[in-house]
């Protein structure tokens, strides 16, 4: 009887090891596709900046520029559609993993989070082309992030008395204007 004991103990401890080494690779799975997720998005975000700067120098050809703002909206669409896409399958694979294990809770919480992080970043990419700080006026100083009219003007002041920027990082001489503001509104500025 208790090597009958033993042998139940020792089956047991084989299946625990078992189910361990399944929610390991499971969560290796998952883990893989996150990275593979954010790499997409990565190189997506990467195509949308493209595209706004391929939009800033068209701008002084009007009919050219009313043909690429179309042509953004529409990618600015299927992005968010393809988006879309990738969030349902990422959901799909959520649901299929945590039926097998509990153990994973964590980095579901951390990919919605990354899914929010990105929805935004799109939505804001989508809504904005990079704007030139040289030479935008106060109306499209406050469309960026952070910018009110008061920073808007005191950007424009400062041109005005001490010449162009040089640099995005130029940007900080402003009152109010920090590194933390700086890295919000990087993607969306340029000075060439």
Do not use: H
Request: glycine fraction near 4%; include cysteine; aromatic fraction near 4%.
């Amino acid at each position: 009887m208790e090597e009958n004991s033993r042998e139940y103990d020792l089956r047991r401890a084989q299946a625990k090891r078992s189910w361990q080494y399944i929610a390991g690779v499971l969560g290796v799975v998952l883990f893989i596709c996150l990275i593979v997720l954010i790499m997409q998005l990565d190189d997506r975000n990467t195509q949308i900046q493209d595209g706004a700067q391929t939009v800033s120098q068209l701008k002084n050809e009007n009919g050219a520029l009313v043909t690429e703002n179309q042509k953004l909206k529409a990618d600015s669409k299927a992005l968010i559609s393809e988006n879309q896409t990738l969030q349902k399958q990422l959901t799909d694979k959520n649901r299929q993993i945590e039926r097998d294990t509990n153990t994973i809770s964590e980095l579901k919480a951390a990919n919605k989070a990354l899914v929010t992080e990105n929805q935004d970043l799109r939505r804001q990419l989508a809504d904005l082309v990079a704007i030139n700080i040289n030479t935008a006026s106060v109306e499209e100083l406050q469309k960026l992030p952070n910018i009110g009219p008061k920073r808007a003007q005191a950007i424009v002041q400062y041109r005005e008395s001490q010449g162009n920027f040089t640099s995005v990082e130029d940007i900080t001489k402003i009152p109010g204007i920090g590194e933390k503001t700086l890295e919000k509104l990087r993607p969306f500025i340029r000075v060439k």
